[in-house]
């Protein structure tokens, strides 16, 4: 595969990666499989998807012992990345709060390390800022963590431009995550989708400013998630039905009516997709990569098919035709969350 380099960490990695959230929680948690999603990153590593996202979050850590077990013995190939400073409440109904204390982050680690099976994590990030306890604190106990020799590199995610500079100038931020695809552009610098309140601790940063040219000026990987719009854009969903644990049957943009108008938006990726003898995920994807050489998605999947085509998407090539059809899709309804 095509490969990106992950910032400045000397690592370089198959400019897709893999996300590996939707193996646990979040989407259609009635069709878990252990053992195919298994299979899947194994496969993903087969193909030199070899970097790969989890949480300690993700069904309270039960995606990082996933992860864990599907490496075993192939630790090498792979680039690992996890997160700490969510904390689940209630698993069923994803209740969840914030914590950036460093006395937190310095138990975390420890108990992801544990569960991914591994004595040291390539990239680490701050899932979310806490409101509560100074960005400082919180990124020095993270920086004491590279010097502990327990993590490689540092990421942030969901932050905004000003939250990724005074982190910078205490340990450099190797790597940005943050939600960006055709349905969603605020990482570029646009109005920000996400909302905030107590029932969205795991909502991003409003007004995060042009965090995907920050990561450029600053020797920086920009990793986006939700690339494919959870789904959306991959033009495979039509109904606004989903199982009562699956994220999307609350989310505003999937409710009936906002999906029905957001359709509006697969239609002009389909268009584009028809023209180049390709799927509309691939584009979907390669309009992602296409927002800099340092853009290195990472679509979640727990089907095997669908990790070959996501891979593929790196063989897309869009032209300047293509990339001005594909601004012009008009924006989404609703908010992230």
């Not at 069923?92 to 138990?107: C, E, L, N, V, Y």
């Not at 505003?252 to 108008?261: G, K, N, V």
Request: hydrophobic content about 45%; glycine content about 10%; proline content about 4%.
């Amino acid at each position: 595969m095509l490969t990106r380099k992950l910032g400045n960490t000397g690592y370089e990695v198959g400019a897709v990666g893999l996300g590996c959230m939707g193996m646990s929680w979040a989407y259609q948690e009635s069709s878990r499989d252990d053992d195919r999603s298994v299979d899947v990153i194994r496969a993903a590593l087969d193909l030199g998807v070899g970097f790969l996202d989890t949480a300690d979050i993700y069904g309270d850590g039960h995606n990082e012992r996933l992860v864990g077990r599907a490496i075993a013995g192939r630790r090498s190939e792979v680039v690992l990345a996890t997160k700490a400073g969510l904390v689940v409440d209630d698993l069923p109904t994803k209740a969840m709060h914030r914590d950036g204390s460093p006395a937190h982050i310095a138990a975390a680690v420890d108990e992801s390390l544990r569960r991914l099976g591994t004595d040291v994590i390539d990239l680490y990030y701050l899932h979310r800022i806490d409101p509560a306890v100074p960005l400082a604190e919180t990124w020095g106990a993270m920086a004491e963590l590279v010097r502990a020799g327990k993590v490689r590199h540092l990421g942030m995610s969901e932050v905004s431009v000003a939250e990724a500079e005074q982190a910078h100038r205490i340990h450099p931020v190797a790597a940005i995550q943050s939600e960006l695809s055709l349905w969603t552009r605020d990482a570029l610098g646009g109005v920000d989708t996400a909302v905030a309140g107590p029932a969205a601790a795991g909502a991003g940063q409003a007004g995060s400013g042009d965090v995907v040219r920050w990561c450029a000026d600053n020797g920086a990987a920009f990793v986006p998630f939700a690339p494919l719009g959870r789904g959306f854009l991959t033009g495979t969903l039509h109904s606004a039905t989903f199982e009562g644990s699956d994220f999307r049957a609350g989310s505003p943009r999937f409710q009936r009516d906002a999906l029905a108008a957001n359709l509006r938006i697969v239609d002009v990726i389909r268009a584009v997709a028809d023209r180049l003898d390709a799927t509309p995920a691939q584009v979907a994807i390669a309009w992602v990569l296409a927002q800099g050489g340092h853009v290195i998605p990472v679509p979640g999947t727990k089907n095997t098919r669908y990790l070959r085509e996501n891979a593929a998407a790196v063989d897309v090539v869009l032209t300047e035709a293509d990339l001005a059809a594909l601004a012009d899709a008009p924006p989404a309804t609703g908010s992230r969350y």
